[in-house]
């Protein structure tokens, strides 16, 4: 049984950093693909950053990148988001999502459709 449990999400001062977990069971990430993807009231999901089990491959959004990066740790099962120099507009509801494609992870916009479990999200406010 496919599960993903995203954890870490608060509130935080615009300039600081969180650790978004997601931690998942039922599958190896060996061959397939784990994305993050955000949602704010009243605008549309979206991907945010992605990394591929087989090489360990990576994209990220270019509203994100420079500031967030994503992990693994294999041992632990769970997969990382870590975000630093956040903006008041990277307030959101975070998921994490497994897609099944083998090297699922491309370079370009990450599509929702393409990802089969989702985790049940986690809040990340950014506010003074």
């Known amino acids: 049984q496919v599960q993903l449990v995203e954890s870490g999400g608060g509130l935080v001062q615009p300039g600081g950093s969180l650790r978004l977990s997601c931690a998942y069971s039922?599958?190896?990430?060996?061959?397939?693909?784990i994305g993050w993807f955000r949602q704010a009231p009243g605008k549309e999901r979206e991907g945010v950053s992605c990394?591929?089990?087989?090489?360990?491959?990576?994209y990220a959004a270019d509203s994100v990148k420079g500031r967030f990066t994503i992990s693994t740790d294999n041992a632990k099962n769970t997969v990382y988001l870590q975000m630093n120099s956040l903006k008041p507009e990277d307030t959101a509801v975070y998921y994490c999502a497994l897609n099944h494609r083998i090297m699922g992870c491309n370079p370009g916009p990450l599509y929702g459709y393409e990802y089969d479990y989702w985790g049940q999200g986690t809040q990340v406010t950014v506010s003074s």
């Open positions: 039922g599958f190896s990430l060996d061959y397939f693909a």
């Open positions: 990394i591929n089990g087989t090489d360990g491959s990576t």
